[in-house]
Each structure stands twice: as C-alpha cells, then as structure tokens.
C-alpha cells in the first residue's frame, strides 16, 4: 500500500521541493504512528482509580454489607492488621459479602492490588 502511493506520486515529483513531498506522504506516517499509540494505551494495565470507579464503587463507598470505605481508616486498619498481602488475597479469592475479584473478572492480581492501594490511600 505504502509502495503504491510513492509510485503514484513519483511521476509529479520533478516539480516538487523536498518540502512538498514530505508534506505529502507525512500523513502516512502519522496513521501508523497513531494506530500504535492507540494499541498501547487500551492493552496496559489500568489505574487504581479506574477500576475502583468501574468495578468497587458500588459497595465501597457508601459501605454495602459492610465493606470497608474508600479511604475510612477506621474501617481498613484492622483489615490491613493482618497485612497487606493477605487483604490482597481476600480480595482476588472473595471473603464474607466480598465477591471474588469485586466482580471484576477481567482485572489482574496487579490491577485489584492497585485499586485497594486507591482504597486506602492517605489513611
Ligand atoms: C458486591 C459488593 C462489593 C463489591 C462490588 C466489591 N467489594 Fe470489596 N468488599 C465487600 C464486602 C462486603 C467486604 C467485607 C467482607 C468481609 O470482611 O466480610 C469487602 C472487603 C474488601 C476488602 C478487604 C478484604 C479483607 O481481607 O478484609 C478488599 C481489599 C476489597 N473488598 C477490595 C475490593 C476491590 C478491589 C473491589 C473492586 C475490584 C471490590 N472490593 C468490590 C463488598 C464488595
């Protein structure tokens, strides 16, 4: 495709600067770079935040069946009391009324750990 359209425009370049034949075929070049970029950013692992809002915001706000509050300290810190990893745990495995994984099945261990760090960040 790219062979293509430098065959086509070869015949008009005699008249043409540097310049204009640049400007011509550069909109090629940002396609693909644009495509790339693209790919990259919806295949990389999701923010904290993001899966917080998408997937735990339902019973972590306002505390449903008694889920631990974003960022209420008093309701992490005896949870965090049998340390991190196990929270952590708990959270991909379910524990009580807490579904495994909160119900975000296409979340990685790593993207769950982020979304409790946005949990209990600043308590
Ligand atoms: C359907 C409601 C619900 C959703 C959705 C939910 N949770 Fe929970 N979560 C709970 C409840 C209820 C508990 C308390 C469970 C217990 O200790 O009995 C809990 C507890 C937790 C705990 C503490 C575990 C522990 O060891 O004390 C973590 C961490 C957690 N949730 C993370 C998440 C994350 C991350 C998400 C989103 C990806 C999420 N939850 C979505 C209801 C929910």
């Not at 310049?19 to 970029?37: F, L, M």
């Not at 069946?65 to 952590?88: C, H, I, M, T, Y």
């Not at 495994?100 to 099945?105: I, S």
Request: charged share 20%; with cysteine; net charge negative.
């Amino acid at each position: 495709m790219c062979l293509g359209i430098l065959v086509t425009t070869s015949a008009h370049t005699q008249d043409m600067t540097d310049d204009e034949i640049k400007s011509r075929i550069q909109p090629v070049g940002q396609v693909h770079v644009a495509g790339a970029v693209e790919e990259t950013a919806s295949s990389g692992p999701r923010s904290g935040a993001d899966i917080y809002n998408k997937s735990c915001v339902a019973c972590h706000s306002v505390g449903v069946l008694g889920a631990p509050k974003l960022q209420n300290a008093g309701d992490w810190s005896p949870r965090l009391e049998k340390g991190f990893d196990q929270v952590w745990k708990n959270a991909i495995n379910g524990i009580g009324g807490m579904p495994p994984k909160g119900t975000c099945g296409d979340c990685s261990d790593d993207e769950l750990k982020a979304a409790i760090e946005h949990m209990i960040e600043g308590i």
